[in-house]
């Protein structure tokens, strides 16, 4: 067997051994933290629903905006989607909270929308200030008929 191949080889043996063991301690630390990962998330949940029995539909976007600004970032960004649907789920009606909101399915609007609603809370540099919205739309959609206006 030539030297080159048996190179070749042991790199490749190396690589697959590396990438087994990224997934293998993933694994672990996943199983390791998932208690608390979950106990964080009924108390997020727990909080926003308590926020939104004080509140309106647009209370709990405000105070999800606030929260978020205070800590931005990818992890942030998940734990305040959280809050925001458990208040969203449990607050009173703001009305015409739904009028503009567009479809999540809607291709055309609903990243515009998204991007309109970042500029207008200051986030407009933000990366993951789109993804913020998205339960406002899936609350919007389960709220509103098919046939509502912003569909």
Not at 50 to 55: I, K, L, V, Y
Not at 110 to 139: M, T
């Amino acid at each position: 067997m030539p030297g080159w191949l048996k190179a070749l080889l042991i790199v490749a043996i190396v690589v697959v051994m590396l990438v087994v063991g990224v997934v293998a301690g993933g694994g672990y630390l996943f199983v390791r933290g998932k208690d608390a990962l979950i106990a964080s998330s009924r108390a997020i949940t727990t909080e926003g629903t308590d926020f939104g029995h004080q509140t309106d539909n647009q209370g709990c976007v405000n105070e999800s905006v606030s929260r978020y600004k205070k800590e931005p970032g990818f992890t942030s960004s998940i734990s305040t989607a959280m809050f925001l649907t458990a208040c969203l789920d449990a607050s009173r009606p703001t009305r015409g909270f739904c009028a503009e909101v567009p479809n999540q399915r809607n291709y055309s609007k609903s990243p515009v929308w998204r991007i309109e609603q970042c500029r207008h809370f200051d986030l407009a540099s933000d990366k993951y200030c789109p993804e913020f919205f998205g339960p406002v739309q899936q609350f919007c959609e389960r709220t509103l008929k098919p046939s509502s206006p912003g569909w």
